[in-house]
């Protein structure tokens, strides 16, 4: 294989040797085309080159002459000093040629490359984001910062298009665990000599399961709509600490049946804020706390600030959360425990909405493990956030 072919597939945007369809070649060729400098361009070129060649012969004949002159005037001129005076001609014209090569051997490096760039576009266009553009950096000149971003780029393109393919996949598992269950226990109840107890309890499942795949359903559309920079962004001035007690009350069924001890402080606080977004955020992270909290437990539920900041902290004395799982706890549908997630009828798509409706508001969430034992979220906001971004 020759240098100059190690030389192109060294830049070749990927890895395999079929990487341009003809039609792709073509298209490049009348790009190429396109590119190729205007006629006057050329002409100048061409009088360039001929006005090299009789400069080079002038030079070579006055220092020939110049020389002979001066050391050996009876001479004359001969015809070996014709020769000479050429030869000189021809090495003047060879010194230039290779002056010039050195300015535009980059250039036409740098096109090559920036043909191969087009290339490794068109495979990224054909959902190909595993593509990376190689380039010798000592050719890049101005264009080094293009080639870095188009390698950023499909970097990004390529972990997005797992993350929609993961998210893909989640969303066909958690519906279809659900389905399945409903599919079994209803083939079940059509044998027909069921006890009466065994009926009850399969169609409590069918019904558990049911406003799971609702909840489901809710909660995408939820994320859905938070994510399309579309969903109503409605700020607002209003007490915080009202917001809280109010939601803690409608929780109290919840709590009551646990036997948890709520453990409020909550001093009068006014934010500015989207107040139906935010209770969202309320709602999710208290049913968290008492859905992990045991029997006899305690959730604790604070506000403080400090200067432009709101501080909400949501706490329970549950189970600790394992350190491999805190990193991932606001990705979407991820479960600590996916079996008692299920039995609780958890999506685990609660904790991503809350990070999001944070992120509209300019703020943040943080998940971490008390001293003392158990779970805590921490909320910071703006007291007078008004973005939607």
């Not at 706890?329 to 009828?345: V, Y």
Request: with cysteine.
């Amino acid at each position: 294989m020759s240098k100059e072919r190690r030389r192109r597939r060294e830049w070749c945007a990927t890895d395999n040797d079929d990487w341009q369809t003809p039609e792709e070649r073509e298209k490049l060729k009348e790009i190429s085309r396109q590119l190729r400098p205007p006629a006057k361009f050329i002409w100048m070129g061409i009088i360039g080159i001929h006005l090299s060649v009789v400069g080079t012969w002038v030079i070579s004949y006055y220092t020939v002459r110049a020389i002979f002159n001066r050391t050996h005037p009876e001479l004359g001129w001969p015809i070996w000093k014709q020769i000479l005076t050429i030869e000189l001609s021809f090495l003047l014209m060879y010194a230039i040629i290779k002056f010039a090569h050195v300015f535009v051997r980059p250039l036409r490096r740098q096109m090559d490359w920036f043909f191969h760039l087009i290339g490794a576009m068109k495979q990224l266009s054909k959902g190909n984001f595993d593509v990376k553009f190689k380039a010798n950096p000592k050719y890049m000149g101005q264009f080094g910062p293009l080639v870095t971003t188009f390698n950023e780029m499909a970097s990004e393109l390529s972990q997005m298009e797992r993350m929609r393919q993961e998210f893909i996949s989640n969303v066909s598992h958690e519906f279809q665990s659900p389905l399945t269950s409903i599919a079994g226990f209803a083939k079940a109840l059509q044998a027909g000599d069921l006890p009466d107890a065994t009926k009850h309890h399969y169609l409590d499942i069918i019904e558990t399961e049911s406003k799971r795949l609702s909840r489901l359903s809710d909660n995408l559309l939820k994320l859905t709509s938070l994510e399309s920079k579309h969903h109503p962004f409605e700020p607002k001035k209003y007490r915080l600490d009202r917001q809280l007690r109010h939601l803690i009350l409608l929780c109290e069924p919840l709590w009551q049946e646990k036997d948890i001890e709520m453990d409020v402080d909550l001093p009068e606080v006014t934010i500015v804020a989207d107040e139906d977004l935010i209770s969202q955020v309320w709602i999710n992270l208290l049913h968290n706390s008492i859905k992990f909290t045991p029997k006899g437990g305690t959730v604790g539920v604070r506000l403080t600030t400090s200067g432009p900041l709101v501080h909400a902290l949501v706490y329970n004395n549950g189970p600790d959360i394992s350190s491999e799982a805190l990193p991932h706890l606001f990705e979407r549908f991820f479960k600590e425990d996916k079996s008692r997630e299920r039995e609780r009828g958890g999506s685990g798509l609660g904790l991503s909405i809350v990070q999001k409706i944070v992120d509209m508001h300019d703020g943040e969430i943080a998940a971490s493990n008390r001293p003392q034992g158990g779970a805590q979220f921490a909320v910071s906001l703006p007291a007078s956030s008004t973005s939607s971004s």
